[in-house]
């Protein structure tokens, strides 16, 4: 989620962390505009990406944009029980 709010606030939005209490991760403002984002990490290709219903049901929603926004090829390292990243591009698929 670091690289999607790195992104936007980069492009002048204020992002807001959403995603213990919504069905999205960072809602970002900037302005009138309005962007949901839905984060996604996988360590292979993004051939297709798995979704909630309910995150589903917020990106269908007319009342704002919902973007996605995925890190891929990512490298998982587990070191004796703890679990680092490293790596990744960044794929934005604005809506």
Do not use: W
């Not at 007319?62 to 587990?78: H, P, S």
């Amino acid at each position: 989620m670091r690289r999607a709010v790195e992104r936007f606030r980069r492009t002048g939005y204020h992002v807001e962390d959403t995603s213990a209490t919504h069905s999205f991760d960072p809602r970002c403002r900037r302005g009138t505009d309005v962007v949901r984002v839905e984060v996604k990490g996988l360590q292979d290709e993004p051939d297709s990406v798995l979704l909630t219903a309910a995150e589903v049901a917020v990106a269908n929603r007319k009342d704002c944009r919902t973007d996605l926004f995925v890190v891929y090829g990512i490298e998982v390292v587990n070191d004796d029980g703890v679990v680092r990243t490293s790596g990744g591009k960044n794929l934005h698929v604005p809506r």
